[in-house]
């Protein structure tokens, strides 16, 4: 079994910053893909960016050049650094872990979930 734990979730002002973080812990499974997805009020989840074990990194268009996705394989943590934050980005954010058991069938998990809002 697999736990996501989240932290870094709050209200910020536009054009503020906030760094959210995932750390999944367990055993009996490799990680390859872990990334972060929001639903805002109203709208359909989404996936924001991802991370890869090699370090690919991929983003919504909407957030790219603002938003800063990494990883620290050592912990089997994952981040995403925010800044230049505006209302749209209003959410909850949801930590998503990719990966395989020890006898290589695919798991996926996703974390509890954060809140997000950026309001003046």
């Known amino acids: 079994q697999v736990q996501l734990v989240e932290s870094g979730g709050g209200l910020v002002q536009p054009g503020g910053s906030l760094r959210l973080s995932c750390a999944a812990s367990?055993?009996?499974?490799?990680?390859?893909?872990m990334g972060w997805y929001r639903r805002a009020p109203g709208k359909e989840r989404e996936l924001v960016a991802a991370v890869t074990s090699g370090g690919s990194t991929d983003y919504i268009e909407s957030v790219k050049g603002r938003f800063t996705i990494s990883r620290d394989n050592a912990k089997n943590t994952v981040f995403l650094q925010m800044n230049s934050l505006k209302s749209e980005d209003t959410a909850v954010y949801y930590c998503n872990v990719r990966g395989t058991t020890i006898l290589g069938s695919a798991v996926l998990y996703w974390g509890q979930g954060t809140q997000v809002t950026v309001s003046s």
């Open positions: 367990g055993s009996g499974f490799t990680i390859q893909i």
